[in-house]
């Protein structure tokens, strides 16, 4: 018999216990192994029924039990240290306050947007790696406490649940996810009524969301839904799940994050007196209409300024940053240009906002483009003075990628900066790690990173293999749970399940794999040669086991024939004691899955990996990486903090390449990884090994860390932001001057040129050390001097006449002439042996653009 309604009863706490609540109530725990121990306290047995999740164990505890709770002094005590402890953490200055928050230029508050938000396992708002990341960047930002609000959506199923059919075949199951039984509050008006938003659409009525608001640690998380009364039940479905739907489906949610995003701010900044953000962070492109919402505010929206299109423009894109984190085309949202032509129509979500304008951001202008498409990642560059990729090979990539938006400029020079994704370590590692230096005098809570990871040096060998063996140890018991109720739901009895008790061994070196089951991410490498794979699996003396775990999108059979092909290989009763799949790779997996590893693969296709932060959390965790030089190990392989795999770049035979790169794994595999692991000395422990493990911590802890990443975002980009947003904000005297400036230049650039370029101070045979000065004769039409940079480049000179390594200095104004004629000169020393070139350019020069190249204009010879 089924329900016709469900709803989850929240329990009523003792006045002695209500801090229960409090602590339930802040994801803070999530990360905060206190509390989560306090939490265990209240009924050991419940707390691992519910899967460590508070507002379920105290929905099922009995009252009888708090009443004994209650009365223990003993408990008491604890819950109020706990209590106490949340509280300095809520309000007690940190790393921002004590260094930044003093400053002219620092933030009051900064507005991060993303689709998704990986918090914690009980929260299932997530689908992978940019989930993951965001709820890091979150974590790191209350931890550091970086002023961040958080605005994303509430899925009603969130992502899907995976389970395997007996054939190995990727199902999904979508639950219903009950926001009572969640640890979030609705955000409500001072007269109790639920805060709403909602959105003009076209032909039909507005579109209505609440806002849910979730607390991480210091960070609020808006989370918007729409499934609420007076929405019909095609609007109600809007957010029904993640990354689920048609285009228009699709649309519907990336209009309610991006519009529907700012409107929730403005309401929770009314109603509970928070700062106005004063950056907008957009993670990814999905939420790139929230800069159409800004202008909409700046123009038409009553009581606002009236400010004209390119004017708002110049003020919302100030203070704006833009994360692109896909290294391929075919990751980018790209919808009709009919269909957003629809939803932004004078009677659609941004009322006012000039249609036409709002297609000319996101149209793909440029050599090879699509002209009946609107590209979000292009109008997320259009409407953002700052961009940045996650990694320093994935900003490389991506300048390549959007090189078209900026024609006029080298690859280098395109306006896409790299902050390398980090992740946080609270979260990530083993509690038995973090105490490992602690027990040295290590404080995990000071801001010199570096001290507490160097800190592994003075614990021994002997301590050190320990604790990974008790983490590996965790990990193979956890496994088997998985394993089967993994068979059973595949139709297997219990009987037939024994030979699960000796899957995986805690002293076989354990190799781990969890990746999202995309195609490029190479899941079945590891399989071009089974007997080899086999052989490594199985052998006598030197036994390596897999543990592999990832999910296919459910539109992706390409990737569900992956999963597929790995499981039957792990069905396989000579191996599956050493290779096993697990379903439902999610955070509660992760968790074990990092420390119980010695080794994490990765084996994408070069360079598709935008960063990979996996990898990170293993070597948090004291894991050695095995893995592609993609992503962030590109940038921190240092030859003795893991392992490369060779790739057969330029191949193009892709079986072949495969083959090769397969081939490279094997051999690393049996001649260097395995032997170092099972090199046992005297005391029983792999020296070498532990050696490597020691650099691994203290070569990447301070740089994987998600603090360090959400620093550099503070350093680089929101103080930045800030500071342009200020200039231009204040009273937008300065915005109108930008605007009227970028329209004179763009009309006048036509009649810039560099007429004639002479260098002289050198002869025949020139030396290092020698002075070359450079006269140029530059026609600016109607510009002024002061409107343009020319600028001398110069470096090496390739056999074409490429400049490589590159220098930019300017020359200065000697003489003007008539008809907007002027000589630029200046001098350059010859700093090095071998060749040399130079040019002349002109760039527009502005006190306000972020760099020269933001205009995409230049004038050459």
């Not at 209500?18 to 047995?45: C, I, K, M, Y």
């Not at 009950?178 to 507005?206: K, W």
């Not at 609107?374 to 959007?402: C, E, I, K």
């Amino acid at each position: 018999m089924r329900a016709i309604r469900r709803f989850t009863v929240r329990p009523v706490l003792p006045p002695a216990l209500t801090a229960l609540g409090d602590l339930a109530g802040n994801l803070r725990w999530s990360w905060h192994p206190e509390t989560q121990d306090l939490f265990a306290a209240v009924d050991a047995r419940l707390w691992a029924e519910v899967g460590g999740d508070p507002v379920r164990l105290l929905g099922a505890v009995d009252r009888r039990r708090f009443e004994e709770l209650a009365a223990d002094d003993s408990f008491l005590e604890r819950l109020g240290a706990a209590r106490a402890d949340l509280e300095q953490y809520l309000t007690g200055d940190r790393w921002y306050q004590r260094r930044l928050a003093s400053g002219a230029d620092a933030p009051g508050a900064i507005a991060y947007f993303s689709p998704e938000f990986g918090i914690t396992a009980v929260l299932p708002q997530y689908s992978g790696g940019l989930g993951i990341l965001a709820g890091d960047h979150l974590k790191a930002a209350s931890d550091l406490g970086v002023p961040i609000v958080g605005v994303g959506l509430l899925y009603r199923h969130g992502y899907f649940k995976q389970s395997l059919s007996r054939e190995g075949w990727q199902q999904e199951t979508y639950p219903v996810l009950d926001p009572d039984g969640l640890p979030i509050s609705l955000l409500r008006e001072e007269n109790g009524e639920r805060a709403t938003i909602s959105i003009a659409l076209p032909d039909g009525p507005d579109l209505l969301a609440r806002i849910w608001v979730a607390s991480v640690g210091r960070v609020p998380l808006l989370m918007l839904d729409t499934d609420v009364e007076g929405n019909p039940d095609h609007y109600r479905d809007v957010t029904d799940r993640l990354y689920g739907g048609n285009s228009e489906h699709r649309l519907r949610q990336e209009l309610l994050l991006g519009v529907g995003g700012v409107r929730a701010l403005r309401a929770y900044s009314r109603i509970t007196g928070h700062p106005v953000p004063e950056v907008f962070h957009t993670n990814e492109g999905h939420a790139g209409f929230l800069g159409l919402e800004r202008i909409r505010e700046l123009t038409v929206a009553e009581g606002g300024p009236r400010l004209d299109f390119d004017t708002a423009l110049e003020v919302s894109r100030a203070s704006t940053v833009f994360t692109t984190h896909t290294p391929v085309p075919a990751g980018i949202d790209r919808f009709p240009r009919t269909l957003v032509e629809q939803y932004f129509s004078d009677a659609g979500a941004t009322p006012g906002v000039p249609v036409e304008r709002v297609l000319d951001l996101g149209a793909e202008g440029y050599e090879g483009g699509d002209p009946g498409v609107f590209n979000m990642a292009v109008m997320g560059f259009r409407l953002s003075q700052r961009a940045n990729g996650v990694s320093r090979l994935h900003g490389h990539v991506s300048r390549g990628m959007f090189n078209g938006l900026w024609p006029a400029f080298d690859e280098a020079e395109v306006p896409i900066s790299s902050i390398t994704n980090g992740v946080h370590a609270p979260t990530w590692v083993g509690r038995e790690v973090i105490a490992l230096a602690a027990s040295q005098g290590a404080d995990p809570d000071s801001d010199d990173t570096d001290a507490f990871w160097a800190a592994v040096d003075k614990v021994p060998g002997t301590e050190m293999w320990a604790v990974k063996r008790q983490l590996r140890e965790r990990l193979v018991q956890d496994a088997r749970r998985r394993l089967a109720r993994s068979w059973e739901k595949r139709g297997s009895a219990r009987a037939e399940l024994g030979w699960i008790e000796s899957a995986l061994d805690p002293d076989v070196l354990t190799i781990g794999f969890a990746r999202r089951a995309a195609s490029y991410k190479r899941l079945t490498l590891m399989m071009r040669d089974p007997a080899r794979l086999k052989s490594l699996l199985l052998h006598p003396e030197r036994p390596v086991q897999l543990v592999i775990a990832g999910k296919a999108h459910p539109a992706d059979d390409g990737g569900k024939k992956l999963i597929q092909d790995i499981v039957r290989l792990s069905d396989d009763p000579e191996v599956r004691h050493r290779i096993v799949f697990l379903p439902n790779y999610d955070i509660a997996m992760a968790q074990p899955l990092y420390p119980g590893c010695d080794v994490w693969l990765n084996n994408p296709l070069r360079p598709y990996e935008a960063c990979g932060t996996s990898g990170m959390k293993a070597a948090l965790n004291g894991g050695l990486n095995l893995s592609v030089l993609d992503g962030w190990w590109d940038e921190w392989y240092d030859g003795d903090n893991g392992w490369a795999i060779p790739t057969a770049d330029g191949v193009e035979d892709v079986d072949h390449r495969d083959d090769l790169e397969a081939a490279a794994l094997y051999d690393l595999i049996e001649n260097e990884v395995a032997p170092r692991f099972y090199d046992l000395d005297a005391e029983g422990v792999p020296s070498r090994w532990i050696e490597m493990v020691r650099h691994t911590l203290k070569s990447l802890g301070p740089k994987v860390l998600a603090t360090r990443m959400v620093r550099d975002y503070v350093r680089e980009l929101y103080l930045p932001a800030t500071s342009t947003g200020r200039r231009l904000n204040s009273d937008y005297d300065g915005a109108v001057e930008l605007a009227a400036w970028k329209k004179k230049v763009r009309t006048g650039w036509a009649g810039v040129r560099v007429e004639h370029v002479e260098s002289s101070g050198v002869g025949d045979a020139p030396e290092v050390g020698d002075t070359m000065s450079v006269r140029a004769f530059v026609a600016l039409g109607d510009l002024s001097p002061q409107d343009v940079d020319v600028q001398l480049v110069h470096g090496r000179s390739t056999g074409d006449d490429e400049l490589v390594s590159t220098t930019v200095e300017s020359l200065h104004v000697a003489e003007s002439y008539e008809g907007g004629r002027h000589r630029f000169d200046g001098d350059v020393v010859l700093d090095h042996s071998g060749s040399f070139g130079y040019t002349v350019r002109v760039v527009p020069r502005n006190d306000l653009l972020a760099t020269p190249a933001e205009l995409g204009i230049v004038a050459l010879p």
